[in-house]
């Protein structure tokens, strides 16, 4: 069955949200939702994710379940704000505890900070199903760009996250805590052994070279023209472009700020006592 999809593009941090739909009953899951941030002032706002938001009571949606990839070095998840206005289940891939535990000794978090996963809902492993209305929503774990990365296969579309990108563009770097360009190789040709029809939706784009900012491809696409997966590339020569690639890559301007409240869900840290919220940036520590 092919689910309805509806991308929403916050250009400030070049990241795709999704809003999937099963055409009959109208159950929908949210994909990847972005919380604003300013790092200059410290603010923050929900106008990207009140688009989702009035989206789906506009279209009078059910709103089942929110969904992550993983946890997002280069924008804020509005997960927590979306489940406490639409009341869906929040999910992300088990192996998430793994990455709440190294990020809690970056950045010293106290035995106060559970690490295990109990934030969000369901904590998906590979080959996990939910439903969603008629269709179903399968989890894939996709590992390499992070150890904890989760496709989700809804119908006749996945959406890859950081896994693959749109194809002039490659794919996800997997130089972050945990990450491997093995795995990622691994995880890619997972998904690309899918039907040559099947959807692909990516999590970020950048429009490369000026071209118009793009999401969706097939398996055909990637596999035909992707410029690190098309075929006839190999794991060796996949593993040494990836890791040459990402030795010359600047950490994401947002990645202090995102992790510490993405592993938590989307929780802001709690109040300090005069009712003030504090991040913590680690010196010399990445």
């Given at each position: 069955m092919r689910a309805d999809v509806t991308p929403f593009f916050d250009e400030r941090t070049f990241t795709v949200t999704y809003v999937v739909a099963e055409p009959g009953s109208r159950a929908c899951a949210v994909v990847d939702p972005v919380l604003d941030y300013d790092p200059s002032s410290g603010r923050t706002s929900t106008a990207a994710a009140d688009k989702v938001l009035a989206f789906v009571r506009d279209n009078e949606l059910r709103p089942l379940w929110i969904l992550e990839t993983h946890a997002h070095a280069d924008h804020i998840t509005a997960a927590r704000y979306l489940r406490q206005?639409?009341?869906?289940?929040?999910?992300?891939?088990?192996?998430?505890?793994?990455?709440?535990?190294t990020f809690a000794e970056i950045f010293n978090i106290g035995p106060e900070f559970p690490r295990d996963g109990s934030q969000w809902d369901?904590?998906?492993?590979?080959?996990?199903?939910?439903?969603?209305?008629?269709?179903?929503?399968?989890?894939?774990?996709?590992?390499?760009?992070t150890p904890a990365c989760v496709s989700y296969r809804i119908g006749d579309a996945?959406?890859?996250?950081?896994?693959?990108?749109?194809?002039?563009?490659?794919?996800?770097?997997?130089?972050?805590p945990g990450g491997s360009a093995a795995q990622l190789y691994a995880s890619t040709?997972?998904?690309?052994?899918?039907?040559?029809?099947?959807?692909?939706?990516?999590?970020?784009?950048?429009?490369?070279?000026?071209?118009?900012?793009?999401?969706e491809s097939t398996v055909h696409d990637q596999?035909?023209?992707?410029?690190?997966?098309?075929?006839?590339i190999s794991e060796q020569d996949f593993v040494s472009m990836r890791e040459a690639r990402d030795a010359e890559l600047d950490f994401p301007k947002l990645i202090l700020p995102a992790?510490?409240?993405?592993?938590a869900g989307g929780a802001l840290p709690p109040p300090e006592d005069n009712g003030v919220s504090y991040l913590k940036i680690p010196l010399n520590a990445l």
């Amino acid at each position: 069955m092919r689910a309805d999809v509806t991308p929403f593009f916050d250009e400030r941090t070049f990241t795709v949200t999704y809003v999937v739909a099963e055409p009959g009953s109208r159950a929908c899951a949210v994909v990847d939702p972005v919380l604003d941030y300013d790092p200059s002032s410290g603010r923050t706002s929900t106008a990207a994710a009140d688009k989702v938001l009035a989206f789906v009571r506009d279209n009078e949606l059910r709103p089942l379940w929110i969904l992550e990839t993983h946890a997002h070095a280069d924008h804020i998840t509005a997960a927590r704000y979306l489940r406490q206005n639409l009341g869906a289940k929040t999910g992300i891939g088990a192996q998430v505890r793994g990455v709440q535990q190294t990020f809690a000794e970056i950045f010293n978090i106290g035995p106060e900070f559970p690490r295990d996963g109990s934030q969000w809902d369901r904590l998906f492993e590979d080959g996990d199903i939910e439903p969603l209305g008629e269709l179903a929503i399968e989890a894939m774990h996709t590992p390499g760009h992070t150890p904890a990365c989760v496709s989700y296969r809804i119908g006749d579309a996945v959406f890859v996250g950081d896994t693959i990108f749109m194809p002039d563009m490659g794919t996800g770097r997997c130089d972050f805590p945990g990450g491997s360009a093995a795995q990622l190789y691994a995880s890619t040709q997972r998904i690309l052994a899918l039907p040559p029809e099947t959807r692909l939706f990516v999590g970020h784009d950048y429009g490369p070279g000026g071209r118009p900012y793009a999401w969706e491809s097939t398996v055909h696409d990637q596999r035909a023209t992707n410029k690190h997966l098309r075929d006839g590339i190999s794991e060796q020569d996949f593993v040494s472009m990836r890791e040459a690639r990402d030795a010359e890559l600047d950490f994401p301007k947002l990645i202090l700020p995102a992790v510490q409240v993405n592993i938590a869900g989307g929780a802001l840290p709690p109040p300090e006592d005069n009712g003030v919220s504090y991040l913590k940036i680690p010196l010399n520590a990445l």
